[in-house]
């Protein structure tokens, strides 16, 4: 967490008199209405983008906004601001926030959202954000190793089944060289295959899945080999599919 950040967007909502209460959040207007930490981001975020300051610095105090509150509707409104008349946002600020927080020891769960359901199902954006939180740092995570990498390939494998198979192909051959991202790798895989916006291709993914050293007791592993090496290339283009390919490893 950016304590910084954080203390700025503290001192920020303190200044539209929004404060932090022992259970919630308080509005000076409405003393005694006990707001949430949702309430506060729908209520509040989109107005940061509306600060006299530089872009870099209303993305900053927006990620601060980010680690305070922990809600996902401040990253739709980083979203918005990005492709808003006023956007694109910069490049550097902006994803060197989500790699800082993807890299944190702390849950990201509304930032892993943010890249899964905003940044990689529109592929209008999703190769660039693919790039800039994993694709493009590949090598030297493999190389490198370090925890905090590790984390930020973990996260973003297990949300990328929306990004396009060939954006994420060269990635995931990378990312199956390191048996500490097998499982991850798996699981976006899995994702691949069953998100509705999911992408793989059959052929290169079971090529890929049978170089992965993972427990003979992985949970639909068997499944994913089946419709993979049947040519399924979407659990929801093929209707039926996989509870066959279930079943049929269940009787096996």
């Known amino acids: 967490m950016d304590t910084e950040g954080v203390e700025a967007a503290r001192r920020w909502l303190a200044d539209q008199s929004i404060h932090q209460v022992r259970d919630g959040w308080m509005s000076e207007e409405n003393p005694d209405v006990l707001l949430t930490a949702g309430q506060v981001a729908h209520s509040w975020a989109g107005d940061v983008f509306a600060e006299d300051l530089s872009a870099a ?3 900053r105090l927006a990620f601060g906004l980010l680690d305070l509150l922990d809600e996902y509707w401040v990253t739709c409104e980083i979203r918005f601001a990005d492709g808003s008349g006023e956007g694109p ?8 926030g989500y790699r800082r927080r993807l890299e944190a020891e702390r849950d990201v769960e509304a930032v892993t959202y943010s890249l899964w359901v905003d940044w990689f199902e529109d592929h209008t954006t999703s190769a660039t954000a693919f790039a800039e939180v994993l ?7 493999v190389a490198e190793r370090s925890e905090a990498l590790l984390r930020r390939a973990r996260r973003v494998l297990e949300c990328s089944g929306p990004v396009r198979w060939t954006v994420k192909e060269l990635a995931y051959r990378t990312a199956a060289r390191l048996p500490a991202l097998h499982s991850a790798l798996f699981l976006g895989l ?3 295959f069953h998100d509705v916006y999911g992408d793989l291709e059959p052929a290169a993914a079971l090529a890929l899945l049978d170089q992965l050293d993972l427990p003979t007791t992985t949970q639909h592993l068997v499944a994913l080999r089946h419709v993979l090496a ?7 283009g ?3 599919a996989w509870d066959d390919a279930v079943r049929s490893c269940s009787g096996s």
């Open 57 to 59: 610095d209303q993305v």
């Open 89 to 96: 946002l910069p490049a550097d600020v902006l994803w060197g």
């Open 135 to 141: 694709a493009n740092d590949i090598d030297r995570i």
């Open 190 to 192: 899995r994702a691949s």
């Open 230 to 236: 049947a040519g399924h290339s979407n659990r929801h």
């Open 238 to 240: 093929s209707p039926g």
